[in-house]
C-alpha cells in the first residue's frame, strides 16, 4: 500500500466496538517526517529554488498522528489539520500514501492478527482487511530515554520497493528498485502492549519510535486510562479488497497518471525532472 495516492477526505461509516471496561487503555500522539526529494534541470530552475521546493515538500509531508488503544485493539489516524499551505509558491504536491491518514482509519487486532482500513485513494473509498504481517524483531542492548519512559531497541529487516520517476526532455520513465530495508523501533515494556504507530506491533510494549529510512515516528505524549471512555472503532464502509488487490489497483492507477501527465514527448527543450520516494 506504499504507492503514489491522491487523498480526498469522505466521511466514513464506522462500526465502534465498546471498550468493554478494559483494565488498561491509552493514547499516544506521534510527529512524522518523510523522505522525498525533486531534483530538477540546473538550467531551468536555480539551486536556491529547489532547496526551497524541497524545503517546503519536507514541510508539508511532517504529520501528526494519534494511536488509540486497548491490550489487543488500536486505532491509528492522521491528526487534521486547519490548514494545509506548506507547498506555497504555486508548488503542486502530490503526496505519498503512508495507511490511516486523514482520508481513514487503521484499525489493528494484535491477539486475533487482523487488520480493517479506510483509505480514499483517487477519490475512491477502500475497505481493505487481511492478517497483520509479523516482524521479526531482533532485540539489542541498546536503551534510551524517550520523554519519561526508558526504551529499548529492536531491529527488524523487510523487502521493500523504491519508486522512481524521472521526466527527462518530456519522456517520462519509472523504476522500481527492490532493496531490503531496516528498520528500527524504539519501544518500552513499561506499556505492557504490543501495539505501534501505522502498521507495526510485536514487540513487548509500546512502540515509542520508528525509523525505516524513508520515515521517522516519534511519539511525543502518551496518556494512559483517560478518564473518558475509549472507544476503538472498526471501519465498514468502502469497497471491500484484500491487501493484494489494493496494491495491484494503486499499480494500475499510478501508471493512468503517469499517461495522462507525463506520457509522450512535448514540443520544445523540456526539463529534467526526478523524483525520488525515499533515501
Known amino acids: 500500500m506504499k504507492y503514489l495516492l491522491i487523498l480526498l477526505v469522505l466521511p466514513l461509516t464506522l462500526h465502534v466496538v465498546p471498550a468493554n471496561a478494559q483494565e488498561f487503555t491509552g493514547f499516544a500522539t506521534y510527529k512524522s517526517a518523510s523522505k522525498m526529494s525533486i531534483t530538477m534541470d540546473s538550467t531551468q530552475i536555480s539551486s536556491n529554488e529547489q532547496n526551497l521546493i524541497n524545503q517546503r515538500l519536507m514541510q508539508a509531508m511532517q504529520k501528526e498522528y494519534k494511536l488509540t488503544f486497548n491490550k489487543s485493539e488500536s486505532n491509528w489516524k492522521e491528526v487534521e489539520k486547519l490548514e494545509n499551505d506548506a507547498a506555497g509558491g504555486g508548488v503542486e504536491i502530490v503526496m505519498i500514501g503512508m495507511g490511516g491518514g486523514n482520508d481513514g482509519l487503521l484499525y489493528k487486532n494484535t491477539k486475533d492478527k487482523n487488520f480493517v482500513e ?76 504490543t501495539h505501534g504507530p501505522d502498521d507495526y506491533w510485536g514487540l513487548p510494549g509500546l512502540i515509542m519510535e520508528i525509523n525505516n529510512g524513508n520515515r521517522v515516528l516519534v511519539c511525543n505524549k502518551v496518556v494512559l486510562n483517560p478518564k473518558e471512555d475509549v472507544a476503538i472503532e472498526i471501519p465498514s464502509k468502502g469497497k471491500k479488497v484484500t491487501d493484494e488487490e489494493y496494491e495491484v489497483i494503486m499499480k494500475e492507477q499510478v501508471e493512468k497518471m503517469n499517461k495522462m501527465y507525463g506520457g509522450g514527448k512535448r514540443k520544445g527543450n523540456g526539463a529534467n525532472i526526478e523524483i525520488k520516494i525515499g533515501g
Open 118 to 193: 479506510s483509505t480514499d485513494s483517487f477519490g475512491k473509498l477502500f475497505l481493505i482487511s487481511g492478517e497483520l504481517e509479523p516482524y521479526e524483531w531482533e532485540m539489542t542492548s541498546e536503551t534510551k530515554q524517550i520523554g519519561r519512559y526508558t526504551c529499548y531497541q529492536a531491529i527488524a529487516k523487510r523487502e521493500t520497493t523504491q519508486i522512481s520517476i524521472s521526466d527527462v526532455n518530456g519522456e517520462k520513465e519509472e523504476k522500481e528498485e527492490t532493496k531490503i530495508q531496516t528498520i528500527t523501533a524504539w519501544y518500552t515494556p513499561e506499556i505492557p502492549v
